[in-house]
């Protein structure tokens, strides 16, 4: 049976990301309010989810994930330990653990739960318009039935790619996990220019927030190597070829690669402090 007309969900810290993980499954219809469930510490939030989306709302993170075919675990990093602790009895061998926790490796999941059916992901922030991009990959345990439910899960918050190296995540995290940060501070940098040059702040805003998305579609439609395209507006002498100039003299790409380096650096620190928090004690 599908996946998308049968799998019952569990998400356990319902925040942000993980409400736009819920309002895609019941947009997509991959799964019935009824089979989905999720935890949240403060009342006025389970309340809130409740009356939005209809779904089951639980203070008790263990009570929630019984029954459920796929665990979707979307807390803070420094809660992560805590929460694996309250759920991993409650677990049984045919359900998956998907975690969208920054630098939460499979091992660090594997181990804090007891449990080896367990999936690593890294969606964006476009995810909470479905327009994200997911990368993830599943431990060896992981069933082709649990991998089709994270994928389908996945899948309610845009684009998603199963890579087979673990390590591809940890560089997603920095590449486009981190990439909407990047892109924010350019838009910003470039509003403030035209703010510069005399346009009212809104005016500004819009024309840069339609530059982005419009060359963002064009790039994406087009079978050209993004340099090409750069080539094909850069005329001899004009007013694009002067702004390049200027971006070179600053460092733009080194500066944008050092940034996305600083964000696999961190990416790899926060995976190991996880890891060292659940690793079991030495004899």
Same mark, same amino acid.
């Given at each position: 049976m599908s996946p998308r007309r049968s799998m019952r969900v569990a998400i356990v810290g319902a925040g942000v990301m993980a409400e736009a993980m819920i309002a895609g499954l019941l947009a997509d219809r991959a799964v019935a309010p009824a089979q989905l469930v999720a935890s949240h510490p403060r009342r006025d *939030?389970? !309340?809130?989810?409740? !009356?939005?989306?209809? =779904?089951?709302?639980?203070? +008790?993170?263990?009570?929630? $994930?019984?029954e459920a075919e796929i665990v979707v675990l979307a807390v803070k990093p420094q809660m992560l330990g805590r929460v694996m602790r309250e759920i991993a009895p409650a677990l049984t061998d045919a359900q998956a653990v998907l975690s969208i926790v920054a630098g939460a490796t499979l091992r660090t999941l594997a181990v804090g739960l007891?449990?080896?059916?367990?999936? *690593?992901?890294?969606?964006?922030?476009? /995810?909470?318009? *479905?327009?994200?991009?997911?990368v993830w990959t599943a431990a060896a345990a992981c069933t082709s039935r649990q991998r089709e439910l994270a994928r389908a899960v996945l899948g309610a918050l845009g684009t998603q790619h199963e890579v087979d190296d673990e390590e591809f995540v940890a560089m997603a995290t920095a590449l486009s996990g981190t990439g909407p940060t990047y892109l924010f501070a350019v838009m910003e940098a470039l509003i403030d220019a035209g703010v510069h040059t005399g346009f009212p702040r809104e005016l500004a805003h819009d024309l840069v927030v339609a530059t982005l $998305?419009? +060359?963002? @579609?064009?790039?994406?439609?087009?079978?050209?190597?993004? /340099?090409?395209?750069?080539?094909?507006?850069? +005329?001899? &002498?004009?007013? +694009?070829?002067?702004? =390049?100039? !200027?971006? @070179?003299? &600053?460092?733009?790409?080194?500066?944008l690669s050092d940034a996305v380096w600083a964000a696999y650096r961190r990416t790899l620190e926060l995976g190991a402090q996880l890891e060292e928090q659940t690793s079991p004690p030495e004899e």
């Amino acid at each position: 049976m599908s996946p998308r007309r049968s799998m019952r969900v569990a998400i356990v810290g319902a925040g942000v990301m993980a409400e736009a993980m819920i309002a895609g499954l019941l947009a997509d219809r991959a799964v019935a309010p009824a089979q989905l469930v999720a935890s949240h510490p403060r009342r006025d *939030r389970r !309340e809130m989810l409740a !009356e939005r989306h209809g =779904i089951t709302v639980m203070a +008790s993170n263990a009570e929630a $994930v019984h029954e459920a075919e796929i665990v979707v675990l979307a807390v803070k990093p420094q809660m992560l330990g805590r929460v694996m602790r309250e759920i991993a009895p409650a677990l049984t061998d045919a359900q998956a653990v998907l975690s969208i926790v920054a630098g939460a490796t499979l091992r660090t999941l594997a181990v804090g739960l007891g449990h080896a059916a367990v999936v *690593r992901s890294m969606p964006n922030t476009p /995810a909470q318009i *479905r327009r994200g991009i997911t990368v993830w990959t599943a431990a060896a345990a992981c069933t082709s039935r649990q991998r089709e439910l994270a994928r389908a899960v996945l899948g309610a918050l845009g684009t998603q790619h199963e890579v087979d190296d673990e390590e591809f995540v940890a560089m997603a995290t920095a590449l486009s996990g981190t990439g909407p940060t990047y892109l924010f501070a350019v838009m910003e940098a470039l509003i403030d220019a035209g703010v510069h040059t005399g346009f009212p702040r809104e005016l500004a805003h819009d024309l840069v927030v339609a530059t982005l $998305v419009g +060359s963002a @579609e064009y790039a994406a439609q087009s079978d050209l190597h993004p /340099a090409q395209l750069r080539n094909a507006v850069t +005329s001899p &002498g004009g007013t +694009s070829a002067a702004a =390049i100039y !200027e971006l @070179e003299k &600053g460092r733009l790409r080194t500066v944008l690669s050092d940034a996305v380096w600083a964000a696999y650096r961190r990416t790899l620190e926060l995976g190991a402090q996880l890891e060292e928090q659940t690793s079991p004690p030495e004899e």
